[in-house]
């Protein structure tokens, strides 16, 4: 099955000056580079890229200047949930206007315990406010963060109300199982992995892809993997990618991930302004920051 919405994306990362602004040349240089290494699309402006950490100017500014530095828009996927209905609005209609190929939505995450029926209002306002068949909405999944799941009866409600608009959604939980069974229970819905190791079991079962941080640094293995899953010549390619992919998303992992994320990209992209984070994260500690440089090394990057 071909879905609206397929293939490698990255969870991009957003480099900020030291005085707490995006830096806007840096990100739009990353975006290309990505592309160049094997993502079919840029996820922006999600959890790795500290999205509700900017104000709304300034993730608008981000969208411009990646499609001004020549980025394509039909390649962005930008994250333009709040909490509030009319900013969520303000973003999603500025990224349909951009001729981004859609949006990633998190649920409005500051209440907590919140009923289907409320969580439905949120969405249907928002697709209703913008009011364009232009849109396309990736549900965000990541319910240890937001501490608001999405249900399967809240998403076959939303399809139903909106088809071809609720066309995806992004599945950072690491449950296996769910992704399965959305694969099973809703074929035209895109499902994409928000782990890089699962983007492969996911793609057997019916998945559509990842929205992934690793892929940051090795949108080359993903882009492998995703290419070559389902033909046995490549099976021997394909478990290299593999193996690749999971020790460097191990190496995300050795401490904080989003700090951790900023410094490889320090060292693989020969810029040490992206250690530069937005508060309230802080960046790795120079002997945390050393050994993930190391490390790297070892790992061939």
Partial sequence: MTHAIEGVHCAAATPVTAEGQPNLRLFAEHCR??????????????????ANSFGIADRMALVEAAVDHGVPAGALLPGTSSPSVADTITLTRHAVEAGCKGVVLLPPYYYKGVSDEGLFRFYARVIEGIGSDALRVVLYHIPQVTQVPLGHELIA???DSFPGIVCGIKDSSGDMDNMTELCRRFPDLGVLAGADPL??????????GCITATS?????????????W???????????AQDRIDD?????????QLPTVKAMLARSRDDLGWLNLMPPLVELGEAERRAVWLKMEQLGG
Avoid at 33 to 50: D, K, P, R, S, W
Avoid at 199 to 208: D, F, Q, S, Y
């Fill in 248 to 256: 460097w998303r191990g190496l995300t992992n050795a401490y904080v």
């Fill in 199 to 208: 983007m492969l079991p996911l793609l057997k079962v019916g998945g559509a």
């Fill in 216 to 228: 940051n640094l090795r949108a080359d293995a993903l882009r492998v993997v995703w290419e070559g």
């Fill in 230 to 240: 389902n033909d046995p010549a490549k099976s021997e390619e394909v478990a290299a």
């Fill in 33 to 50: 580079l990505l592309l160049e290494e094997g993502c079919h699309g840029i996820a922006m402006l999600g959890t790795t890229g500290e």
């Fill in 157 to 159: 409600r939303l399809m």
